[in-house]
């Protein structure tokens, strides 16, 4: 058994989203367009930016966290240059939301118009998270999201903008994206997910190849597929639910341990739960997950939440999505406390 921060793809799942219509988008996402993918997001917002002036070379500059996937970066490049400090050249800021764990977005917003930034939420793992009361991707004048990150729904992400003919404009493209580019894409991602879940290195180390090779496409391949659309509608509600359900009760269960104090205990539906442990604890958890087939590690969170002055600390992933049954989860949060048994 192999169990990752993600879900494994479901072939009934998806044959069974032939069959249907394509089906509206949820009422959470109904100012989202949807796009390719949260790559392919990004390079909208970059492409509208400098349509409109805003970014004149790829000198100029976006002011990025530390802890963002490398492949972000890249798609970053090819129109402005990402930095992790503020310069004159600074033209836009891009705030994560690391784990679907908000920024702090006082600062933030602060430092923007103070600097006159535009501000770009990526959403990759926030899709109903808040920050006092209010939905995080309300905040920034754009907003990017990738759906395929909370479960399997081939690539797929979306976008929105506080500008008024920001829609128009990725309307255009994503209908001008040839469909030969999309099927290339989704049936990598398809592929790569696939393999992760399997013992054979061949198929994993072919997969990820075959899946570098289609990012090269991904600021182009603008247009979603339909059933990936379908998948997302289908799927999102469910998996909201389940994940701030099993939220709340790992921070139950584990209440007292103090390696959850770090996180807030409303608003949050998390991508995975990452606990801060001592050295030695952090050791034994992930040693105890990894025995049961849970893909797991020490991974830097930003525990000041600011980008601007970030702190981090080291934790462990612990997953919570809906691909996972409640037995499953419920031996995760075991596993977790024999960890801190004498």
């Known amino acids: 058994m192999i169990i990752r921060e993600v879900e494994k793809p479901d072939l009934k799942k998806i044959i069974k ?13 109904s100012d989202v367009l949807l796009v390719g993918s949260g790559k392919g997001a990004i390079a909208l917002v970059l492409k509208y930016l400098i349509n409109q002036g ?64 535009i501000l770009i ?8 998270s808040y920050y006092k009361g209010k939905l995080l991707g309300s905040f920034g004048d754009f907003t990017i999201y990738s759906f395929s990150k909370w479960f399997f729904c081939f690539a797929l992400g979306g976008v929105k903008s506080k500008f008024d003919d920001f829609r128009s404009y990725a309307g255009e493209a994503v209908s001008k994206t040839p469909f030969g580019l999309t099927l290339i894409k989704d049936t990598a991602k398809f592929l790569h997910e696939w393999s992760t879940f399997s013992n054979s290195n061949i198929f994993q180390k072919y997969a990820g190849f075959l899946l570098g090779m ?24 469910k998996e909201i639910s389940v994940r701030q359900k099993r939220y709340h009760y790992f921070l139950k269960q584990t209440d007292g ?3 959850c104090d770090h996180l807030e ?24 997950l990894r025995a049961r087939g849970f893909k797991t590690g020490a991974y830097h969170f930003d525990a000041n939440r600011n980008l601007l002055d970030p702190k981090f600390i080291k934790t462990v992933w612990i997953p919570c999505h809906s691909g996972i049954s409640d037995e499953v989860f419920s031996d995760i ?3 977790v406390l024999k960890s801190f048994k004498k």
């Open 121 to 128: 939420e990526d959403c990759a793992h926030s899709i109903a």
């Open 54 to 117: 805003i970014i004149k070379d790829k000198v100029d500059e976006i002011l990025v966290p530390s802890w963002l996937g490398y492949w972000i970066y890249n798609q970053i490049q090819p129109y402005a240059f990402p930095a992790k400090f503020y310069s004159k050249r600074t033209k836009v800021i891009l705030v994560y939301h690391q784990y679907g764990f908000p920024q702090d977005m006082d600062k933030i917003l602060e430092f923007a118009h103070d600097k006159k930034l």
């Open 333 to 335: 949060t075991d596993l």
């Open 257 to 259: 341990l103090g390696i």
């Open 214 to 237: 289609s990012y090269a496409i991904y600021g182009e391949a603008l247009k979603p597929g339909r059933l990936a659309q379908t998948l997302l509608a289908q799927k999102i509600a």
């Open 265 to 288: 205990r409303e608003g949050i539906t998390p991508y995975v739960i990452p606990i801060h442990c001592a050295e030695r604890q952090t050791e034994d958890v992930i040693k105890h």
């Open 17 to 29: 989203a032939i069959k249907f219509k394509l089906t509206p988008k949820p009422e959470l996402l």
